[in-house]
């Protein structure tokens, strides 16, 4: 059971360079969502997709696209690196019931913008 | 705007003792709350959900409070252990939509 895989788990990137992370779930959630965490800060959310096909903007969007490709899978890419985009970024899953449901969060991309 | 606060200041707390988190929000009315842990270097892992409805809800040394009136929750670790050390995130929501937003969370030690 692997639940929300994001791939990579490091990167290492030049400023103006760009890059997707992917992330995929197993447990035939609905809702995806895409946060980064910066030291000594909570969790703040760029993107969410409630259902397939549908994405909307969270705190932080500005930088960043998303696409959800499929049910299982919604990635976040950065046109453009800077080094503010320099965080943790945390991909989550839940499955919609109701509005009582739990989220499922992977292990984490460190992203590194030099 | 919507705000959502918890204790930036991390808890340092005796081992065996009772841990007190504040999570207080503002600007909206959340259907419900949900709190989390997390531990270095690792993503949070859901622990508790509470709904508006309900005042109080226990699992095993956890206790959560829910007081829509304060705008505030409370969560307890009773007989607390140094492997409860973690950073604890709470996440009120709204009924509609699945927009999911934390607490800055609150880091809490525990001393053996």
């Known amino acids: 059971n692997a639940g929300v895989t994001q791939t990579p788990k490091f990167q290492v990137l030049k400023t103006g360079q760009s890059m997707t992370l992917q992330c995929a779930q197993d447990?035939?959630?609905?809702?995806m969502y895409w946060y980064r965490q910066d030291p000594g800060m909570g969790l703040r959310l760029i993107y969410y997709?409630?259902?397939?096909?549908?994405?909307d903007k969270g705190e932080v969007p500005n930088g960043y696209n998303v696409s959800r490709l499929n049910k299982r899978e919604f990635s976040l890419r950065l046109e453009s690196a800077a080094p503010s985009q320099t965080s943790v970024y945390f991909c989550?899953?839940?499955?919609?019931?109701?509005?009582?449901?739990?989220?499922?969060f992977g292990q984490g991309t460190r992203l590194t913008v030099v | 705007s919507q705000k959502i606060e918890q204790n930036s200041e991390a808890l340092n707390i005796q081992e065996g003792k009772t841990a007190t988190l504040t999570c207080n929000y503002t600007?909206?009315?959340?259907?419900?709350l949900q709190w989390y842990r997390q531990d270095p270097g690792r993503g949070p892992v859901f622990l508790l959900l509470?709904?508006?409805?309900?005042k109080e809800k226990r699992k095993e040394r956890l206790k959560v409070t829910f007081d829509t009136t304060l705008k505030q929750s409370l969560f307890h670790i009773t007989a607390s252990q140094p492997a409860d050390s973690a950073t604890y995130l709470c996440a009120p929501s709204p009924a509609a939509g699945n927009k999911l937003t934390f607490g800055g969370g609150t880091r809490v030690l525990v001393k053996p």
């Open positions: 509470i709904r508006e409805n309900e």
């Open positions: 600007n909206y009315s959340p259907a419900y």
């Open positions: 997709s409630a259902s397939e096909g549908t994405t």
């Open positions: 989550a899953s839940s499955l919609r019931q109701g509005a009582y449901t739990e989220a499922f």
């Open positions: 447990m035939n959630h609905n809702s």
